[in-house]
């Protein structure tokens, strides 16, 4: 199930600036469980130890989401990315947070699982070296990439990254 977190008061210092870098976005709770970044830094912005799921030297990174639990089966496989998409796993992109959360029935799952997601706009994007689909994980969103760059996709404004967190002994 979705369950709030409890933000820091006072981030560290790399929070800090990297708040600064991305526009000044403060974290903020869009809803149980859900909480918009303005960084991908999420696990520095919160008091609990969050458990990540994937391994950095084993790809496909895949947190256990059970298929009992989508609500959607399959998601559409995205051919811009290296990783057909099955199902969610712990991060990707999507077009919106109640379009991730149409996926999964995170209430379902027994687990206290915490999202963090951070908003990528097109007009934030450099027409050279900007924001990546593939970088993030598997795009699960309806909007229809075309290119490697957002930067280029004319028809899409904005898209969200999202990374899904089990709240517990983490490794802290």
Same mark, same amino acid.
């Given at each position: /199930?979705?369950?709030?977190?409890? +933000?820091?008061?006072?981030?560290?210092?790399?929070?800090?600036?990297?708040? /600064?870098?991305?526009?000044?976005?403060?974290?903020?709770?869009?809803?149980? =469980?859900? &909480?918009?970044? =303005?960084?991908?830094? %999420? *696990? @520095? *912005?919160?008091?609990?130890? +969050?458990? *990540?799921?994937?391994? $950095?030297?084993?790809?496909?990174? &895949?947190?256990?989401?059970?298929?009992?639990? $989508?609500?959607?089966?399959?998601?559409?496989?995205?051919?811009?990315?290296? #990783?057909?998409?099955?199902?969610?796993?712990?991060?990707?992109?999507?077009?919106?947070?109640?379009q991730l959360l149409s996926l999964y029935d995170f209430d379902a799952d027994p687990r206290n699982l915490v999202i963090s997601m951070v908003e990528v706009r097109r007009e934030n994007q450099p027409s050279e070296g900007g924001w990546r !689909?593939?970088?993030? =994980?598997? !795009?699960?969103?309806?909007?229809?990439? @075309? $290119? #490697? &760059?957002? %930067? !280029?996709?004319?028809?899409? *404004?904005?898209?969200?990254?999202? $990374?899904? &967190?089990?709240?517990?002994?983490?490794?802290?």
């Open positions: /199930m979705l369950t709030d977190i409890t +933000l820091f008061n006072r981030p560290d210092p790399v929070s800090q600036v990297l708040r /600064m870098i991305n526009g000044g976005v403060r974290t903020k709770r869009l809803q149980r =469980g859900v &909480y918009q970044c =303005g960084h991908w830094n %999420f *696990e @520095r *912005e919160v008091a609990e130890p +969050l458990v *990540e799921f994937w391994k $950095h030297d084993e790809p496909p990174f &895949y947190l256990d989401l059970p298929q009992q639990f $989508h609500k959607k089966w399959p998601v559409r496989p995205n051919e811009n990315s290296w #990783e057909q998409v099955d199902g969610i796993s712990e991060c990707g992109v999507c077009d919106s947070p109640d !689909y593939h970088k993030w =994980g598997s !795009y699960v969103g309806d909007q229809d990439p @075309r $290119h #490697e &760059y957002l %930067f !280029y996709d004319k028809h899409i *404004e904005r898209v969200f990254t999202f $990374h899904i &967190y089990q709240i517990g002994a983490g490794n802290r």
